[in-house]
């Protein structure tokens, strides 16, 4: 069957942009469309893991670029130039799943191809990287007052208390300074979404982002995900907590007295979460928990460990609980804990090349005693443990759109610092039109995972629900941007960007996690953009 092309409708007096998000989504929606037929509505999507793949990035790219034609007027310039590459790159993604989706010719009309052609022609994006370089790769992106001021202030919080510890923390790989956490609870960075009624903020998912980025910025690590995990956790409680579990935990959250660690991972299944096989069987006083975890990270500092555990041997998703268990405080990088009844906990942290400060860890359990009480949902929520880690996980991935931006934005800044004083042949590197259209390109990738970022947040706002599959592209769009350009921000720097002195090495490590965890690349493609396209 073959998806004929319905003409876009363009008036004369739209802007490049917008005739550009029109154009996109206009392709995107036809691949989607012909895709959901191949599919049966996603029922058949391992049979077309490729077509899946293919039509979950090219509707991320095509949502990307509606935000990129939303962005404050002062942006447009550069919005212009990442709404016409990743324009340009859809039919390119499209190309090899176009026979078997039936979709005939990927050309764009005329007003589509114009607005590409401007936006990814050289003197464009050369002078977004000459802008950038004077600019020391600082960004402005207008926001309200209140929003702009909690961004100064967590900006000058990171630059003053975070920024000067990260690389000692990162070379050294030590646990993020108590001092952090104590500092960012009187802050009131803990609570930012989690409402007013349970002790937090109520200040709503982009002021969240925004914290968020601008600790990721000083440091992924070390304190821009520190809000992540009580972030997870907060959300599931949200969505399926009892009353009183959300009376006891939430203000605990809020104010930062009680730190997270999220288990799910496990060292025989990830991805697969359904297939989680660590037990938690009824035992006198609770619950007793039995099986090894992986990954499970800030897991010796944490207080509470959010735990997904199998309760009953129904195989799937059904078998599966949501727990909060209690442990005690641990600073180093093993730890073991016992309980008066027998119960142990034991951990080790796996050493990784970035994202140091937290530590990741293997744990096991061993009859561990959770209290009745910790079952989240209470009896109500027994077998519900999956969809209360999915709703936590929409929250998480939101966030990490946050976290990547962050260090998006220190390596603009860093390699735009770098180009201006490094000299060959006589000129800064920065003069050259190469460096710039690299360092072009790197502002318009971010600008996009921003503009997504923030439109995510926005919809988080108005609809969790409705908003968790935007929130999930701006995770993958966001994540692969940070990965991106801090690599070519370590290639501008040549040779020194390899160097440990060097703060570009740090984030090109940090940055490649991104992509792996709350849903490793993939997965999130496949199972919950492509599933959620899918199925409409
Ligand atoms: C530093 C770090 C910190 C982490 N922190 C946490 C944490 O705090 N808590 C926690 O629970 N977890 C955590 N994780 C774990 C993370 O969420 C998992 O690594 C991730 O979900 C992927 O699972 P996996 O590693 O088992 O990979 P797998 O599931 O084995 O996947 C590996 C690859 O196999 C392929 N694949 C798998 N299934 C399919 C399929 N159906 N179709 C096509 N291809 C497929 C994909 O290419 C995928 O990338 C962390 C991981 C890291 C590295």
């Not at 009187?186 to 601008?214: H, Q, R, V």
């Not at 995510?456 to 999930?472: N, Q």
Request: proline share 5%; glycine share 10%; with cysteine.
């Amino acid at each position: 069957m073959r998806h004929g092309r319905k003409r876009t409708i363009y008036s004369p007096r739209m802007a490049d942009r917008e005739v550009l998000a029109a154009a996109a989504s206009a392709l995107a929606d036809r691949a989607v469309e012909a895709a959901r037929i191949l599919t049966n509505a996603g029922a058949a999507t391992d049979d077309h893991q490729v077509v899946v793949d293919r039509i979950a990035y090219v509707a991320t790219e095509a949502r990307v670029i509606a935000e990129l034609a939303r962005v404050p007027a002062e942006l447009a310039d550069v919005a212009l130039v990442a709404a016409a590459e990743l324009a340009a790159n859809i039919p390119h993604r499209l190309a090899p799943v176009a026979p078997v989706l039936g979709l005939g010719e990927l050309r764009y009309e005329a007003a589509a191809a114009h607005a590409i052609a401007t936006g990814i022609a050289p003197p464009a994006v050369e002078a977004i990287g000459a802008a950038a370089i004077a600019a020391e790769g600082r960004l402005t992106w207008p926001l309200d007052p209140e929003l702009s001021e909690i961004r100064a202030n967590v900006r000058s919080f990171a630059e003053r208390e975070v920024a000067p510890h990260a690389e000692r923390i990162h070379h050294l790989d030590e646990l993020v300074p108590e001092r952090f956490i104590t500092e960012m609870a009187n802050l009131g960075y803990f609570g930012l979404s989690i409402p007013e009624s349970y002790g937090g903020l109520s200040f709503g998912n982009l002021a969240m982002i925004l914290t968020t980025e601008e600790l990721s910025r000083a440091s992924l690590a070390a304190a821009g995900s520190l809000i992540t995990r009580p972030e997870i956790l907060a959300k599931a409680l949200i969505a399926g907590g009892t009353a009183d579990q959300k009376q006891t935990w939430l203000p605990r959250l809020a104010s930062g007295e009680v730190m997270v660690a999220i288990s799910v991972t496990e060292p025989n299944t990830g991805s697969d979460v359904a297939s989680v096989a660590c037990r938690a069987d009824r035992a006198p006083g609770g619950w007793s928990i039995t099986g090894a975890k992986a990954w499970c990270t800030f897991a010796g500092r944490a207080d509470v460990i959010a735990l997904l555990a199998r309760t009953s041997d129904e195989p799937g998703a059904r078998g599966l609980t949501l727990f909060i268990v209690d442990k005690p405080r641990f600073l180093g990088h093993e730890f073991e804990a016992r309980q008066p009844g027998g119960g142990t906990l034991v951990g080790k942290a796996d050493r990784t090349p970035g994202y140091r400060g937290m530590h990741s860890f293997s744990i096991a359990f061993d009859r561990w005693l959770v209290p009745d009480a910790q079952v989240v949902g209470g009896d109500a929520g027994i077998g519900r443990g999956f969809a209360l880690q999915m709703a936590g996980f929409a929250a998480g991935r939101l966030q990490t759109g946050g976290r990547a931006c962050g260090v998006t934005q220190a390596a603009v800044e860093q390699t735009a610092r770098y180009v201006a004083e490094r000299k060959q042949f006589g000129r800064a590197i920065g003069d050259y039109g190469l460096t710039r259209y690299h360092l072009g390109r790197m502002v318009s990738r971010l600008v996009g995972a921003r503009a997504i970022t923030y439109a995510a947040a926005l919809a988080m706002d108005a609809d969790e629900r409705a908003a968790a599959p935007v929130a999930a592209m701006a995770k993958l769009f966001a994540c692969d941007v940070a990965v991106e350009v801090t690599q070519l921000g370590q290639l501008l720097h040549g040779g020194w960007g390899y160097a440990e002195e060097y703060p570009i090495s740090r984030y090109v490590a940090d940055a490649q996690v991104l992509p792996i965890f709350e849903g490793v690349k993939p997965i999130l493609a496949l199972k919950v953009v492509g599933r959620s396209l899918l199925a409409r």
